[in-house]
């Protein structure tokens, strides 16, 4: 479990996050995060939980994450992102809950 919430963070989301292959809990909502969603995070395959609501992170979903096999929980709702669903996402039998209100998505 990473969790840095709530801590007023500024600055990109790392890339080298991707490096953490056996993470299984990212917790980064409520900070002032920006940049795009690092398309290096696909490879932390045992994600589970991701959280990097409340942010102000831009750009597209990268169709990448369709690799997140194991995620059941994912929230980017409150940033700036646009764009729409990547079709690629529809193969995550595990997804349970994603939350993406508050964005710039269209489709």
Known sequence: QFDLALNLLDGSLPPDYGNWTKLRLLYLYN???TGHLPPQWSAMSNLEIITVEDNTVSGSL???YSKW???SDLRLHEN???G???PEWSSNTKL???SLSTNQLSG
Do not use: G, Q
Request: net charge positive.
């Open 62 to 64: 990268p169709a990448v």
């Open 69 to 71: 096999s194991k995620v």
């Open 84 to 86: 729409s669903l990547p």
């Open 96 to 98: 349970l809950a994603l």
């Open 31 to 33: 900070n002032l995060l």
């Open 80 to 82: 700036n992102l646009v």
